[in-house]
């Protein structure tokens, strides 16, 4: 009886084996860097900026939408959207008659991958340059 207890244990250790991987879900964290941003105002208010995402899984990169959104008041508008590079570089521009309140740039998430088991997503991430974006 013994020896059978132990052979059903043995024969269970290898079935949780071969069991694929347990669910989860993965974010890569990414940034967005602003390397150069400009305003004027003279009649109009022209606001122009790019910069990079970075990102450790370099698939975060690429293709991803990078959002120009002004806010006047309680109100926010996307007023530009560019995709990345390969590289992760991005520029954006804007002009309003008047400045805004807020200007904030967002990338937005990215799913790398998804299924039954387990989903990789590319993390959103913001830079609030004027005011509580």
């Given at each position: 009886?013994?020896r059978?207890?132990?052979?059903v ?23 967005i860097?602003v ?59 804007a002009?309003?008659a ?36």
């Amino acid at each position: 009886m013994r020896r059978v207890a132990i052979a059903v244990a043995a024969v269970s250790a290898l079935a949780l084996d071969a069991v694929p991987a347990i669910a989860h879900d993965h974010v890569f964290n990414t940034q967005i860097s602003v390397t150069h941003a400009e305003s004027t105002s003279n009649g109009h208010f022209h606001f122009e900026a790019s910069g990079e995402l970075s990102s450790p899984n370099e698939k975060c990169l690429p293709g991803r939408r990078v959002k120009l959104i002004y806010g006047l008041g309680s109100a926010r508008r996307v007023k530009d959207v560019d995709i990345s590079s390969p590289t992760g570089a991005w520029a954006v521009k804007a002009t309003t008659a008047s400045a805004p309140d807020a200007i904030t740039l967002k990338v937005t998430k990215k799913r790398l991958s998804s299924g039954p088991a387990h989903r990789h997503v590319c993390g959103s991430d913001r830079n609030n340059l004027v005011g509580p974006g």
